[in-house]
């Protein structure tokens, strides 16, 4: 496996993809364009396998396992998209999974990983650390960890998400991407910058989980408290050590949104365009949205994921 | 215009909205296919200009008037999607609309069809009939009345969503599709029937709002008490004048599905293929789901329309 992240490794990533994921849609909308003053491509992970452009990391990390690794099975720590994804690549490429869960997490979202074929591992986050816990698993049973953002195989297959929006519009002068732990970022930011070189890249993350917005400002990685976002998705609390260095010397700049922001996105999405996109996925369109970033002639914008419970939803709908 | 129905004059439509309406894409799921047995293609005009098919139908009639009818503009009666698509019809044609609305209608809708500039007339649904206001108003101002399904074009409009899923499946067993006054089941039956003879088309409508199903079975058309149902576009309380002889000919069945079935049907499209459709829009799929009609090797099914307020789908998904 390549050691760094090139526009090679993540079209190396597009070749192993090819077939198994999906090349997601992108949409548009005259309203759109007509508030934000320019053309606007929305790329729709929504409709990724398992939901979210997850699938894509996983999938290039898991084809790449030789033999050995692959009999012995792979272990991922994520209640969410992460571990979903690394359940149903698992299971598509016959690999066996565990995935560190909390005791306490959304029992749709647990099913969802069980469906897909892998072994819940329970623990209490009051007590145990589910890093600890997933490198137990792995040291016990020789099973690799499949890290949700801090590995160069699965940036690389975030990356394509950044290689077709590229490749739909190739006169992109602006795309806006969410920022959780920064594999989508690095990924999405190296394939378009590597395309495109004028095109300006800019990560969004809630105002509340701003730790790479204050880490690319302070020159290093910042740690911050516990986030409290209805962007579960995004709730690291730090950069990680591989994606920080790209993130930090690829986007153009890092911006934050309010929870309030984000809920306004997702509803515009609803009412407007039809499709469900959960409060992760819509911090980028939040940003565009407000005006806190202007719009580009051409703007690309990552929708990266649509799992959120109906009744959660709806909870938000009615606040 | 056409006096009747048929595959050309659909077709013609088709010509007439070409580059104009959306070519609307369509999905498909894994989960639906091994829940069926059988492969399932979604044709989502939810993603139609105007968010329903409805734009189709109300475009091929008013792009067919002539200039004096051009200058003297068109009524319609409607708070719900027939009214927001002549509306936007009328504003892409540059003629002038007045829509008919209850005066206790949807703040929502109503916005919505003004801001396609239609004028509103609000009247009381208590006192007044509003397919006589609508007569009056034409009268007074010799507009042009656009119905909302019991006009060849508006049909054959409508049935150009047939045409473009046989099209795509050239190998059609089965279509569903929702009947509310009847005008997109006979467009889509005389366009898949006419280029599949073989295929079966059925209409699907809410068990509280019966009228085709009864009329069917009782061979003349039946009227029913007003209707108590969420499908808001499917509250028509008889089949139409002209829609009947047509669906009667040409549907094999027409089945009915309970509330709680229309928003089990809501609640996939929004869990598992991301897409947002409205309770009139789902009844179709909620046949297929809950096995009233078993599926065929390759099954059509039309989503009719995405116009749901946030907070009334908040209050579906909670109930």
Known sequence: MADGLTLDSVRAAAARLYGVAHRT???????????????VVLKAEVFQRGGSFKFR??????????????????????????GAAVALAARLLGIGAVVVVPANGPAVKLAAIE??????????????????V?????????????????????????????????????????????????????????????????????????????????SVRAGHRVSIAEPDTIADGLRARQPGELTFPITSRLLADVVT?????????????????????EPSGAVALAALLVGLVPAATQTGVVLSGGNVDPADFAALMKA
Chains 1, 2 share one sequence.
């Open 25 to 39: 849609t992108v949409l548009t909308s005259a309203a759109l364009d007509q508030h934000c003053g320019g053309h």
């Open 57 to 82: 990391g996983a999938y290039n990390k898991l084809s790449q396992l030789d033999a050995a690794q692959r009999t012995r099975g792979v272990v991922a720590y994520s209640s969410g998209n992460h």
């Open 115 to 132: 469906g897909y074929g892998a072994e819940l591992r329970r623990y209490d986050p009051a007590r145990e650390s589910r890093a600890e």
């Open 134 to 214: 997933a490198a137990q698993i792995a040291a016990e049973r020789s099973m690799t960890i499949v890290r949700p953002f801090d590995d160069y195989e699965v940036m690389a297959g975030q990356g394509t998400v950044g290689l077709e929006l590229a490749a739909r519009v190739p006169d992109l002068g602006l795309v806006l991407v969410p920022v959780g732990g920064g594999g989508l970022a690095a990924g999405v930011a190296t394939a378009v910058k590597g395309l495109i070189p004028t095109a300006t890249v800019i990560g969004v993350e809630p105002t509340s989980a701003a730790d790479t917005s204050l």
């Open 257 to 277: 949104v309010s929870e309030e922001e984000i809920v306004e996105a997702m509803r515009f999405c609803f009412s407007r365009l039809k499709i469900v996109v």
